[in-house]
T-cell receptor, first 112, second 115 residues
Framework: DAKTTQPNSMESNEEEPVHLPCNHS???????IHWYRQLPSQGPEYVIH???SNVNNRMASLAIAEDRKSSTLILHRATLRDAAVYYC?????????????FGKGTLLTVNP | GAVVSQHPSWVICKSGTSVKIECRSL??????MFWYRQFPKQSLMLMAT?????????EQGVEKDKFLINHASLTLSTLTVTSAHPEDSSFYIC???????????FGPGTRLLVL
């Protein structure tokens, strides 16, 4: 799987928007961009995924660069419950299984 | 929807004993299940992938005779840590995806402590 690069940590204030960047310069045409997050002592939680177009759901928005070499996860209004490690993962649509390779992710701290 | 449960949530055992962890998909049929391990302050490491009715595929460096995986039904997979040792103490997490699913849904994890 192609590699992603994320900042080790970011900090935000409650009720402000948060933009979490991810670089994936070696992404291939068949790679989906997935975001998961992991709250302390819990299993990861699916957040959002996309291929080429920007995506929105109830949790977040995903903005994908035109060349697909980077993407940004947007939390529109951070809450204390959004404090977690956020993982940006590329997953190819090829193959018979859908293996995810987790990097170190970005630790998001939300200040009250 | 898409809920995955794990049992037990935590377990303490003596060195040399075996421990079984269950992973269930509660509201969907999981054709593929994954088992991960996470050590403190580290990321998740995939241990193995299992498809219902087939033998599991283990990642490089994971001992298949030590970590036995059974995926006998579309809603249940089990991981048995055989002859556990203190270095096997970790957070074990399963995930599941349905037929043609692009998303993995994760269980809450099982914390294993081997004394």
């Amino acid at each position: 799987d192609a590699k992603t690069t994320q900042p080790n940590s970011m900090e935000s204030n409650e009720e402000e928007p948060v933009h979490l960047p991810c670089n994936h310069s070696t992404i291939s045409g068949t790679d989906y961009i997935h975001w998961y997050r992991q709250l302390p002592s819990q299993g990861p939680e699916y957040v959002i995924h996309g291929l080429t177009s920007n995506v929105n759901n109830r949790m977040a928005s995903l903005a994908i660069a035109e060349d697909r070499k980077s993407s940004t996860l947007i939390l529109h209004r951070a809450t204390l419950r959004d404090a977690a490690v956020y993982y940006c993962i590329l997953r190819s649509i090829g193959g018979s299984n859908y293996k995810l390779t987790f990097g170190k992710g970005t630790l998001l701290t939300v200040n009250p | 929807g898409a809920v995955v449960s794990q049992h037990p949530s935590w377990v303490i055992c003596k060195s040399g004993t075996s421990v079984k962890i269950e992973c269930r998909s509660l509201d969907f049929q999981a054709t593929t299940m994954f088992w991960y391990r996470q050590f403190p302050k580290q990321s998740l490491m995939l241990m193995a992938t299992s498809n219902e009715g087939s033998k599991a595929t283990y990642e490089q460096g994971v001992e298949k005779d030590k970590f036995l995986i059974n995926h006998a039904s579309l809603t249940l997979s089990t991981l048995t840590v055989t002859s556990a040792h203190p270095e096997d103490s970790s957070f074990y997490i399963c995930s599941a995806s349905g037929q043609g699913g692009t998303t993995q849904y994760f269980g809450p994890g099982t914390r294993l402590l081997v004394l």
